[in-house]
């Protein structure tokens, strides 16, 4: 009996051992890394962490002694750690790895990594970024999260927006095709920060101590930051407050519009090396990382040339109305010389900025030398196309006129007798237009280094033909072809030429199909596909990996046939419609194709936790979703043999 009585108090002990038990308040919250980084490496909330970059759901964790062993999980994916507090710190073990955190950020006095390496090789490196975050929220939900970005080789912004979930969570994917800044926008809160291809990054955001308008500037931005690039990006949250002090903006507004050219000059390369002197003075009681360092350097130098670019006319600025003016050859050499040929730059927004000033004509002197050169290749034209005399005469007079008009932009105007005779051949007459000012660029960043020139070319084709709809001259894209392009801008460009041409000359074929799609994308699919096993490819417009899996389709679909009861469905998500639809007909994708807005994503997202672009998975004749473990397309063989297998079951 005392035998008995002694195995179950053993049981009674272990089980009191084992008891499940939530976690208590104080270990909710963030926790940061105690090595002097300051970046946050745990996010505890009632029913899910943020860990690694990505959301873990967990229930009942295990209490043993001092210890919780948390089970936490995905769709399709488990993983155990282990916490315990220690005073004020949390000690977080994984593996055979333990974590010393805090749960609050210690100071400035962090432990860099001065001898850190930085891009070289391998700047340029297309492919796609995940953002995860968490908003505490100063008022009441929705809102919605952006991240928006300049891109080198193309036109205008880039701009991708959620929706943020009930319980503050969101999840970004974007592409990018070099390391560079980003702006990040959710509810009040607007800052930049540094991101790179193929990473995962994640941030807390405390809305509730934002501030606002201009005092914002000199604040440090609510963020917390984990991931890549988070040591750099707290370094940069730290320091940019401090340079914004000394950015003199106003002061700079003003003398831009009131000083002379060379005076301005002279004013702006001053502040410049009071902007470089606040970093090296920082830089050397803080040891940045290399980095901080080189982002803060080029930014700035970036910015006062962009300023400079940007006299031309902000100066002559007169009650809203812009009258450019020229600048000194010694001002705008000098400006040249402050870009060099190196990627580094372009970690900096204002790289594309600056690209995009050079590439307006906008000078009086410019726009002289652009309307005399395009006098004398129309003239030629229209000598060529007209030989009555009466129309030689009336070619002569108006050249004559058109060499005294002053408000013509570098453009010509026809007289209205031309304009008659010229209309059979007013294609040819487009085009040549088309090629002089094409040729007036060429000519015009003839001097600048090979990385900005291909920013300026690729961004000019963009906004000129490919972004507006409008068809590239030929004759212009076989000089492109020609010309030493930056490996990236020349793939931007080929893929954004191709895009067009298939836009317009190609229609749907038989077996695509376009299906509106419910708020429910798998409820749907479900009641859709009863009894049949549905392959999912959840894929992006601008994810290249997709993309390439596209070309091996048919070779997989030729093993199936229609009683085989396997159905192909492609789930288009965080990309343009239009884009979406061009790249639906280019790659021909037969089977059941859905468009997802930000809502339905979201949905979809929450069900099956997308981690990056493209995604697989299958729904099974019973229903089941299977998420791990599915092939895709350049598996080939393996993908046919694991679909016939879910369709023999």
Known sequence: MKAFFTLLLSALSVAHFNAQSSLPSSVIG?????????????????????????????????????????NLSQPGKTRQIIIREVGDFLILEDGRIIKRLSKNKLGDDRQRMPNQSVWQDDFFKSSQVTLSGVVKPKGEMPLTASVIYNH?????????????????????????DNPQDIMFRVGEVFTMFLAEPDSKMAVFVDEEKAVSGIDGWYAESPISFM????????????????????????????????LEPMEYLEYRLDLLKEHQNFYQNYFSENSPSRIVKEYSERNINLYAANDLMRYRWLHSADNGALTPIDLPEAYEAKVKDMIVDEPLNMLAGEFGDLMREFSMAMMPKERVAMHDY?????????????????????????????????????????????KARTE?????????????????????????????????????????????????????????????????ARNVLERKYSDFVILKDKKFVNGVEIVD???????????????????????????????????????????????????????????????WETMVKKHELKGENFFLDDAQYAKFDQAVNITGFPTYMVITKEGKLIREGIKRPSAKKELVEQLKGFAKR
Request: aromatic share 12%.
């Open 30 to 70: 963030n926790w940061f890394l105690v090595d002097g980084s300051n970046t946050l490496e745990l996010r505890v909330s009632d029913n899910y962490m943020m860990y690694e970059s990505d959301f873990w759901n967990f229930k009942d964790p295990i209490k043993k002694g001092k210890e919780w062993h948390v």
């Open 424 to 488: 059979e051949f007013s294609k040819e007459l487009l085009e040549l237009n088309q090629k002089i000012t094409w040729d007036d660029l060429l000519m015009r960043i003839d001097k600048l280094d090979p990385m900005s020139k291909s920013s300026i070319i690729a961004t000019y084709i963009d906004e000129s033909y490919f972004s507006r709809g409008n068809e590239l001259p030929q004759v212009i894209w076989d000089k492109v072809k020609t010309l030493n392009l930056n490996s990236t």
């Open 227 to 258: 991931g890549a690039l988070a040591k750099e990006n707290e370094e940069l949250r730290v320091v940019k407050p401090k340079y914004m002090k000394v950015r003199n903006y106003f002061e700079n507004d003003s003398l831009q519009k009131a």
């Open 152 to 176: 080198a080789f193309s036109s205008g912004q880039q701009k991708f927006t959620v929706n943020v979930d009930e319980q503050g969570r969101f999840k970004i994917f974007f592409p990018l």
């Open 517 to 579: 799609s419910e708020g429910d994308v798998l409820s749907q699919l479900k009641k859709t596909y009863p009894g049949k096993v549905v392959y999912i490819d959840v894929w992006a417009t601008w994810c290249g990996p997709c993309i390439t899996e596209f070309s091996h389709l048919p070779e997989i679909k030729a093993n199936f046939k229609e009683d085989d009861n396997v159905v192909f469905v492609y789930l288009g998500a965080q990309s343009e419609k239009k884009s």
């Open 374 to 418: 395009r006098i004398e290749q129309v003239y030629g034209f229209l000598k060529s196309k007209i030989i009555s005399e009466t129309g030689r005469a009336e070619i002569e007079e108006w050249k004559i006129e058109e060499k005294k008009r002053e408000k013509h932009f570098g453009y010509v105007k026809l007289s209205d007798p031309l």
